[in-house]
């Protein structure tokens, strides 16, 4: 059996390849794009809380 460190992207699940630049994500995008929901949940968050 392989123990093959196999990382997939939280975002569009595709297999990262050797980009450390860009992990846990396979690419900016993805990491773009996580970041940009955790910045929304964040200001819902306050929004909600303004209410
Ligand atoms: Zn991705």
Redesign the pocket.
Known sequence: MKKNKKLK?P????QILKTKEYVP???K??GDIDLLKWLNGKYFVTEDKGI
């Open positions: 992207c975002i569009c699940g595709k994500f396979c690419s995008k993805c």
